[in-house]
């Protein structure tokens, strides 16, 4: 199928095709955005046997590198994985539409009549790796916003992607979504440079293709999905309670971002608590290392430090954490209040997992990236992220004095 | 004085120290604050004769240099100006904080207790150029919010901000606000990397610093305050009332960013009205080009263009606006609908003049930009846009399923 399309798409003439597609994007209704997602889960179900064909060839490709079986599962779209993501975009035909929305309306005392109005970004760009579900994900979500994309995935699922993108077309409007359909790594840095087309680059991805993004584009950058998460437990917590929670920091998905990567511990629980928990977490598989803080492990692998205290614990965060989740299990209500006021993650909790830093968890509906940076949109990113506003001012013939 | 300053300055070490005062001035009160505002006003005021006198060694300077007229004047705080600038301090003071705000406090069905708290960003990067203003407004404003700033002024005023900075440090904790006190420009690349330890990049001047910063930058820029901006005499325009919006738009005050750069208008009054809208503009001294779009005049040139209607007009703002402030005369509800709906700029006005898209017009309180990038801020940005927002969860020791 990938034979069909132009080995070194023109980015510029794709951009300009994305702008243009965004400007009619915009002035869609929410009921027709909501129709045309139904007709992109029907125009995916349609094409299954081809799209799952794709992705047969992809993986018998992927397999024959040697590629490992995390990543050949995370390639997969067989066992009604193709089906879970067609029913994700019906679920996001359901979900509110942030686009439209006025706020802070006022009249000012010039006679000038203002308001915020929620409008589409424009234009998204999404590069991202192996899961080819990102594509259809992502499609959705820019679509029920109003948002033309950009789509760059990886090598590794370009038939498959170039399948799915070849199918929804049938159910969107011309160049709402398109894929840059070759793995020439170089057009990535040219998306990059694309400013005056695209409005975001989203990288889906691990670190080194955040920090290529950050060094390379022109274009903001939503930085996110590093997560380094520490759970301190402090000497008043309820030690029983704790281990659960410990324990389901850890294992629940140890693979994900949000998962815990290092457990601090108050050292009046040194003695104590600390064996249980670790044996606790031995008998999941956990292994401990107690000399390297600063790994988004990804793995059973935790690391375990014994801090004098809540300042000992709060200096050690701010040191190695990548402001994605940091909890407390305490019973002080004055330790909580300085750990929440103290530590500058996205997401600070207490007496709860880390698991919990999660867009579905949170009641946002769809979740885009979790965001680690700080401008824009902070944490878990749902439909409102892909959003921005502009201010709507009237008057009689106003002039300013 | 600047010879008491080192001349290549260490700036991952400033940038450290920044970051460490970040997190002291992220804990004060609104209280705490506006008293080191009113400390700061009065810093400023004792040192009044120092900075005055700083100032007119910068001015002697350029003058000798053979620095424009209008440029002399931006470096200027004689008559008068210092004081109105320590007037600005006490102003702030007086803002509400956005420092602290709990917002979308929600209980999840896991029992997940959830709110969004609004806190600082943490540490500003500020690159200007002439007007030393700026640097006691950018400090007052990141104090009053609870950022720590890192500035960069132009060589031109290097001893009137060193003086400023020198006074200022009198009355704010340490580190609060820094200077990079040395000409070399090579240390503006250098903080543009430094994305550990600076949080957001506010350039303010010309359109080549807003490109260099966006080309070189790791950290978020806002792109801002570049503004080509249109009016469009709708047919069906109250002709009498439109004269004076189209001559405050362009006279006002022609050299700021929200000035009028092209007027468009209907073809069905291309012999009536234009010739009087021309004439009413001459009188003020506008002279008129109309084959040159894309200049952002700052002066009293104006573009003129005679089109089709609505449609034409839109196209034409699409292809020529810098997104910053476009409006609409006219009396027709629809064709208003569809400007708002279909123009893409930070500001989009009808039947009022573009000079309205400004802070203090808009109610904000104080103004750190204009941006016309869509991430973050949008428009006029106030003291909220200095700030980004943490997600707390709390629960009974809450384990995810």
Redesign the interface.
Known sequence: MSADLPSRPNLPALGAAAKAAS?QL??LTTDQKNALLLALAEAVERHSPEILQANAADLTEARERGTTAALLDRLSLADGRLAAVVGDVRAVATLPDPVGEVFNQ?L?P?G?S?YQ?R?P??VLGVIYEARPNVTVDIASLALKTGNAAILRGGSETLRTNTALVVAMAEALPENAVQLIASPDRALVSELLQM?QYV??IIPRGGASLHDFC??NS?I?VIIGGIGVCHLFVDESA?LE??I??I??AKC?RPSVCNSLDTLLVHEALAETFLPKAKAALAERGVRFVEDEFDTEWMSLTLGIKVVAGLDDAIVHI?AHSSQHTDGI?TQSDTN?ARF???I??????????T???DGG???LGAEVAIST????A???MGLEALT?????????????G
Chains 1, 2 share one sequence.
């Open positions: 400007r915009a002035l006022k000012l010039s000038l203002l109005k409008v970004l424009g400013h409005d975001m950050r060094q022109t903001p309820d309670k704790a659960p929670v324990v389901n629940r701010q299990l909580a929440i006021a103290e500058d993650s996205a997401a600070v909790f207490v007496n709860c997992s698991g919990f830093n968890q949170f009641g940076q700080k401008l824009h902070r944490g878990p921005t506003y502009k201010w709507v001012g009237s008057g009689d013939y106003l002039v300013r």
